[in-house]
């Protein structure tokens, strides 16, 4: 496997979680409180901040985001690595910035998520790393 793909598949992890997490946001009941008096809870209340929003309008929103981020990193990554891999492989700066991106969602996910987003977020950054150090050995 070539240095160009492990960083695609990488990416592609990365970008496929953070679609699937933004489907989910809005779609079904994955990400729904299994307490209902919870999310009514959430609807009714404010953050000290302002009280132009809620505490559940923020978890939508927070969610929509976050996923968004995961979909860009997948984006730009994964074409420039398809489509410019040389730019990715010379930039040190754009191998740390992924590197420390994919380490960060893995230590958000052993902290606060679950084992499907840490096992493929491991993954990625497992890829990654391949990639980045195949790409760096000239082979």
């Not at 489907?23 to 959430?42: E, Q």
């Not at 000290?48 to 923020?58: H, P």
């Not at 893995?106 to 902290?111: G, I, M």
């Not at 987003?117 to 391949?130: K, R």
Request: charged letters at 5%; glycine letters at 10%.
């Amino acid at each position: 496997m070539t240095s160009n793909v492990m960083i695609a598949l990488s990416a592609m992890i990365v970008g496929g979680l953070g679609l699937a997490h933004l489907v989910l946001t809005f779609r079904g009941p994955k990400l729904l409180p299994r307490d209902p008096s919870v999310k009514a809870a959430m609807e009714g209340c404010s953050p000290v901040i302002t009280r132009q929003t809620t505490y559940w309008r923020c978890w939508i929103g927070f969610n929509a985001s976050h996923s968004m981020g995961a979909i860009l990193f997948g984006a730009v990554y994964g074409y420039l690595a398809i489509a410019h891999p040389a730019f990715l492989f010379q930039s040190g700066f754009l191998q740390v910035l992924g590197f420390v991106t994919i380490l960060a969602y893995v230590v958000l996910a052993k902290a606060y998520w679950f084992i499907t987003p840490l096992a493929g977020m491991s993954l990625s950054l497992v890829l990654y790393i391949a990639g980045v150090l195949l790409a760096r050995s000239g082979m």
